[in-house]
């Protein structure tokens, strides 16, 4: 039975992980920390400590305390927020990976996941059915700091033989925490829109299509792959993940299957910049094959479910 340490928990994929693997493993065996009690659903859900991604003695001291083998590294600063904060954003993403890798090279733990990202890509890549190998030219400071981690994942893994598992998420709708500070945020504001007031504005475009996925899926992918065979893993940078390509307007006409009189009208912004440079779908070929990778949801099970959900909050 492994031991984790979550780390960000509060955040949208944190909340939903720390749950499944409470279920998984029981509660005692998954110890949730974040900067600050933010979530408190989460907070009391079971053993929680205040941790700082920046702070390498709180990490290690906690590992330590709890006896933990695995950590689960969720906290960072986004593409969104990224553009704002440059400097906080390298500071967040790469110190706290350092953080993890060193303990894991030094013993203190045995195994990382890691999240990358589809902003590991730019406008120079392949744009449809983007490959696990090809051009990695981010143009978002976030972007740069998922290429440049994936990078010493893999040089820790080559080297210095550190079990680090990594993802690259594409956009993650769920129902449960929000998101923040994302370029993909719209596919879920536009959810909670639709119920509350029948109208969302989108910050993107109506043709903008990206790869997305729905967090039940994106967190069996992590699940898989932290439980899959290391010896079957031949990516220690990180795994190209596909599930459900789709644009605003296309996202907008599967709500109004359920919401007729909902409707949408358009005012990018500076998130549409930083969209066009992703990719519109990735090949994932490499993950089914290593780990059997494959995503349950489609366009229109996801609608179904998040507005199911979703109303249960909002009546
Ligand atoms: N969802 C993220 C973002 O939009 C991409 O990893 O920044």
Redesign the pocket.
């Known amino acids: 039975m492994p031991r984790i340490l979550i780390i960000g928990a509060c955040g949208q994929i944190g909340t939903e992980l720390t749950t499944e693997l409470r279920t998984k493993y029981g509660t005692n065996h998954v110890i949730a920390s974040d900067i600050n009690t933010r979530n408190l659903e989460l907070v009391n859900s079971g053993p929680f400590e205040i941790i700082d991604a920046k702070n390498f003695n709180a990490i290690r001291d906690c590992c330590i305390n709890y006896n933990i083998d695995t950590v689960y590294l969720m906290a960072a600063l986004?593409?969104?927020t990224g553009e704002k904060y440059p400097m906080e954003a390298w500071d967040l993403n790469m110190n706290s990976l350092f953080h993890v890798l060193n303990l894991a090279k030094d013993g203190v733990i045995k195994h990382v996941f890691w999240p990358s990202?589809?902003?590991v890509f730019g406008p120079t890549t392949p744009k449809v059915n983007t490959p696990q190998h090809t051009i990695c030219e981010p143009t978002t400071v976030?972007g740069i700091t998922k290429q440049v981690g994936e990078r010493w994942c893999e040089y820790y893994h080559r080297k210095l033989g550190v079990d680090v598992r990594s993802i690259r998420?594409p956009?993650?709708i769920s129902h449960k925490a929000m998101p923040g500070g994302?370029?993909?945020?719209y596919a879920v504001e536009i959810y909670h829109e639709a119920l509350k007031n029948g109208h969302y504005t989108c910050f993107l475009d109506e043709h903008t299509e990206l790869p997305m996925i729905f967090m039940e899926d994106a967190i069996k992918a992590t699940i898989d792959l932290m439980e899959a065979d290391g010896n079957n893993l031949t990516i220690r940078s990180s795994y190209n993940l596909a599930s459900i390509s789709f644009t605003p307007a296309e996202l907008a006409n599967s709500i109004k299957k359920h919401i007729p009189n909902f409707s949408i009208s358009y005012e990018p912004d500076f998130r549409q910049a930083i969209a066009d440079s992703w990719p519109s779908s990735i090949d994932d070929s490499v993950a089914q094959k290593d780990w059997n990778w494959q995503a349950n949801y489609d366009l229109e099970s996801m609608t179904t479910e998040m507005l199911k959900q979703l109303k249960k909050k909002y009546s």
Do not use: E, K
């Open positions: 986004l593409s969104a990202s589809i902003a976030y998420y956009g993650i994302g370029t993909t945020d």
